[in-house]
Every structure is written in C-alpha cells, then in structure tokens.
C-alpha cells in the first residue's frame, strides 16, 4: 500500500514539472517533446527546478523574500543528496531522477549559485563587459544542457562543448528579450554591459556610478545587435562542432533551434526589444510555425549538419507535413490523418490518452511517436 502511494506521489510530481515547464517556458517545453522517452523525466525535472529558482525573485514581493527562497533550493539540493525526503514536488521528481542517474551535484549547486549572486546584486550594479553575461549564462542555460547530457547517460567532450556555446547563446538572447521587464520592475537595463553602452552613448555617470539611461531608442537597438551578434557567433561556433557530437547527444541540443528564432525576431524588429511583435507567438514566431521548425530541425538535424541546405520555410514546412503524414500512415495504419483540423498539439494528445487509459504526463513520457504527430495539431480519428 505504501509502494502504491509512493508511486502516485511521484507520478504527481513529475505531471507538475510538465505543467510547470508547459506553462513558464513553452519553447523549451516542446524541445523536451523531442526527446527520446527515455530522456524526458529527467529533462523535464531538471527544467522545472530552473523554472523555480529562476521565478524565484520574480514572484516575491520583498527580494529578501525572494533570496531566501534561492538559500532554500540551495539547502534542499543538500538534502536530496542526503536522501532526505522534501515535500515539494519539483524536489521530489529532481531527487528521483538524481538517485536514479547519478547526477553530479555540481551542476545542480552551479545553477543555484549563480542565481544567488544575481539576486544579491545591488539594483543599479551594472556588469562590466559581455563576458560577464556569458559566464551567467554558462552557469544557468549551459548547465541545465550538461545536467540533461549527463541525466541521459551521455558523456561527449564534444556534446558538451557544443551546449557550451548553445546555452551562452540562448541565455544572452533571453536576457536580451527580458530587458523592457527588468527596465519596468526597476528601471534599470542591469543587464547591458557598460563597455557596450559606453559605446552607443547610453552610459551616464551620477555620483561616482554608472547609470544607462534610454535617451535614444535607436542606441538602445544597437546595444542589442551588439550584444545578439554574440550569441549568433555562439550559434555559429555550435553548428561547427555538428561532425563531433554523438547523434544520441543532438536532442538534448534542440534549445539552440528556439535561440535562433529568437535571433530571427530580432532582426525583423530591428532589434527592438520594445516592439510588440516579440511578444507573440513563440518568441515572436507564430505557434504553428515555431513547431513546424522545431520538428524539422529534429528530423533533419540541420542544426548539427551545415554540409545540409536550409530550406526556405515554406518548403521545410510542405515537406516535413508530408513526410509526417506518410510516417503517421505507415506507422497507424489503422488511424486516419487530417491535416487541416483544429485540434492543437495538446488537445489531441488528450484524445490519445483517452482512448489508451493514459493520464497526461502517460501521454508525455510513454506515447512520443502519437505526441509528435499531435504536435502538428492534427486531429486523430480512428478508422
């Protein structure tokens, strides 16, 4: 009876980490999607551990409050390796999947760190150069990539140059898309270095202290080509590496698919970080379209394999909806597809839990191959 219990609890906790990351970081919620089933549960624990100490200054109302809540996480990491039992959800599917994978701490204690100095940061404190934001975004985006690769029992040099360079970019672009959030909290750009500030005449000295002021919004938008040109150059070191890494390590690389779209939406703003466009979609990408493009990339590894063409979008998207489609039909025969339903990705997986008595998170973690053709929000009727 105890067992039984016990195995409720976790089944419990591992559906709030999917709902977690569903809810608090989407685009990473559908890379995760593309993981063998073996991957998933620890991807997506690891995921939402950094959902919970990533929100954790967000959602306080005092920051002490807030750093508090990072000291616990830090504390509760301890523990977990103490095989203390947490009553928190995230911490117990983390603890089951670090028992479970042997997950060096490090990595874990790394990304709360880093938290923990950010958040101890005087509000107008300002970093000196990029590198500075690289080494954060080292410390969080890479790490949560390092811990999935050794999570999935992969150990690649090259694996883990490659989300090196994969996690600095994605966390330089998302600290790029957060800068009109921080600007409004505490209206203070704290993550543009000065020397790039200094160089488009935002920087101000007040009392001995540097301040960036938004006198001009076309300044702004170069600060933020700068610092996206950095990202791109970590993108594009990434995809150099694609003849080295181990193809069962190229999923747990996805994330570099979503840091390109952002780059992408960059550029048709013309860096803007305030045009209104980048709060659509999928980081300002229509949903369908970030998909489409997402699965692509699965399928073809394009990321990892400059020697192949990119297609031009239309065509990648024509080509993967037929491809799909002939897939689905060889693999259900008994199924019948229609493409142009209305049914979205999440709907139509509901369906197919249903009809297999799966709960939700079942339907993550057991049913890839019927997610992936629901992805495309394509209705399933039987025969």
Known sequence: MNGTFQSSSLRAAFSHCVQQVRSYDYHHYLCLLELPPNMR??????????????????????????????????????????????????????SSVIHENKITKGWLKRLVEARINDARKEVNEIPEKIEELERYAEDTASTILYTTLQASGIQSTAADHAASHVGKASGLLLLIKS?????????????????????????????????IHLDSRESLCNVVFDMASVANVHLQKAR????????????????????QVLLDSLRRVHFDVFDLRLAKGVLGLPPLWFQLKLKWHSWRALLLHPEMPILPMKFEAKTAIEELKQQAIEEQPRMAICLEG??????????????????????????????????????????
């Open 240 to 259: 150099g590496l694609a003849g080295t890494v181990p193809a069962e390590a190229r999923p747990v690389l996805l994330p570099a698919v979503p840091a």
């Open 179 to 211: 800068l009109p959030y921080h600007a409004s909290r505490n209206r203070h750009f704290s993550y543009i270095p000065i020397e790039v500030a200094k160089k488009h005449g935002l920087l101000v000295e007040r009392g001995g202290q540097s301040e």
């Open 342 to 383: 209305p049914l979205q990705r999440d709907h139509a997986a509901s369906h197919i839990g249903k009809r297999s008595g799966l709960s939700f998170p079942d339907q993550v973690f057991a049913l890839p191959r019927l997610a992936a053709v629901a992805l495309f929000r394509i209705p399933i009727e039987e025969a």
């Open 41 to 94: 549960k620890a991807a997506f624990a690891i995921r939402a551990f950094n959902i919970e100490i990533a929100r954790a200054m967000d959602v306080a109302s005092d920051p002490r409050i807030g750093l508090m809540r990072l000291v616990w996480w830090q504390e509760a990491i301890d523990k977990i390796y103490t095989k203390k039992t947490i009553e928190h959800p995230t911490a117990q599917a983390l």
